[in-house]
Structure formats: C-alpha cells, structure tokens
C-alpha cells in the first residue's frame, strides 16, 4: 500500500477555511480517480470528495457548497479546500487514489494517504 504524505491540517474555530493537500503517489492516468475520505474514532471511514480523471468532482452532500477538491495543472498534488468548516468536520482526512472512474467507497481505493487531522472548535 502506498502512502502519500500530506501536508495542512490542524485546529482552527468554527467558521474558519483551511486546505490540505497530498503528493501525488503514482502517475494518474485516464480512468483513475483520485479523493478525499475522513475518519473519527469509532466510525467507518466515508468518502468526502472525489475527482475523476475527467475532472468530473463529487462531493459528500455534508460538504457541498463549502469544499472544493482541486488538482494542481501538473497533477502532481491533490487539494482539499474547506471553507465555513463545522466542528463535525473534525476527523482524520486520508487522500486517496484508485485506478477506476469513480472512487467514493473505501473499497475503491487502491491508494491512501497518510493521514492528517483537522480539528474545528466551536
């Protein structure tokens, strides 16, 4: 299982904006998708954001309209920008790749992140 590393994250108060971002682990190509999943102790880890590799983006209906999942021009790193951030966003955010058109169940994934936590104070 490759892991890669990610960066962003922390604690910020209710209300604030934040974005993470991952490396990318292996070369994207047509018919993969890449994502975001998030995980609180105790809790099965669900899908948050998915980009496709026709830039086709899908979002967890808790986060629509606050979260956007990008990717820089060169593919090369993954973003998750999250504004107006609640604290039940609080969790464990895992970017994630898969070598299919869509990756929003944890049984798509092929490719994990390291993890980074984000914590939301209200």
């Known amino acids: 299982q490759v892991q890669a590393p990610q960066s962003g994250g922390g604690s910020v108060p209710a209300g604030w904006s934040m974005r993470i971002s991952c490396a990318a682990s292996?070369?994207?190509?047509?018919?993969?998708?890449e994502g975001w999943f998030r995980q609180v102790p105790g809790k099965e880890r669900e899908g948050v954001a998915t980009i496709n590799s026709r830039s086709i983006t899908t979002y967890t209906a808790s986060v629509k309209g606050r979260f956007t999942i990008s990717r820089d021009n060169a593919d090369t790193t993954l973003y998750l920008q999250m504004n107006n951030l609640k604290p039940e966003d609080s969790a464990m955010y895992f970017c994630a790749a898969a070598d299919k058109w869509s990756c929003f169940k944890q049984t798509d994934i092929g490719y994990w992140g390291q993890g980074t936590q984000v914590t939301v104070s209200s």
């Open positions: 292996r070369d994207a190509g047509v018919g993969t998708c």
